[in-house]
């Protein structure tokens, strides 16, 4: 007589149990090399993927071959594509995992961050060369790049 198996042993499994009431992490992906690179899901869509690829970033490969890695929603490991992917979630489109080289998205990081800083410039008090008359006076702007929570009180 062949013996039924209870509840609790036919929902287990070998695959890691995720409670329902946990953090789902969608985009997450086990295994990354966040030390020496910088990792970006970019959307597959008119010629993004190959203007990621022209500014060096590169796509992210499985680090397990054949196996699912990070939250069961990432999809790695079917078809003949072996670039890390996810559906976008609308319309027919993917997400691929991308990677750049962390010195190299810093670089561009410090590129942006001058146009960032010759904008808020331009927004202090007249100077090099530019005359503004006095009669504009809107207020005052002050910037503060300080990590003090502007909600506290002192």
Do not use: C
């Amino acid at each position: 007589m062949s013996r039924t198996p209870s509840r609790e042993e036919s929902v287990r499994s070998d695959k890691e149990r995720i409670p329902v009431s946990s953090q789902r992490a969608p985009l997450r992906y086990k295994g990354l090399d966040t030390k020496n690179f910088v990792q970006r899901w970019v959307l597959d869509k008119d010629d993004r993927l190959q203007v990621f690829q022209d500014a060096g970033y590169e796509f992210v490969k499985p680090t397990v071959q054949g196996t699912s890695v990070g939250d069961p929603t990432v999809d790695s490991s079917k078809g003949l594509d072996t670039r890390v992917h996810k559906t976008a979630g609308f319309g027919n489109l993917r997400l691929y995992l991308m990677q750049i080289p962390r010195k190299w998205y810093e670089e561009d990081q410090a590129k942006k961050q001058l146009e960032v800083d010759a904008s808020e410039e331009s927004m202090k008090a007249p100077g090099k060369g530019k005359a503004i008359s006095k009669d504009i006076d809107y207020g005052k702007i002050t910037l503060d790049r300080s990590t003090k929570d502007p909600t506290a009180l002192d």
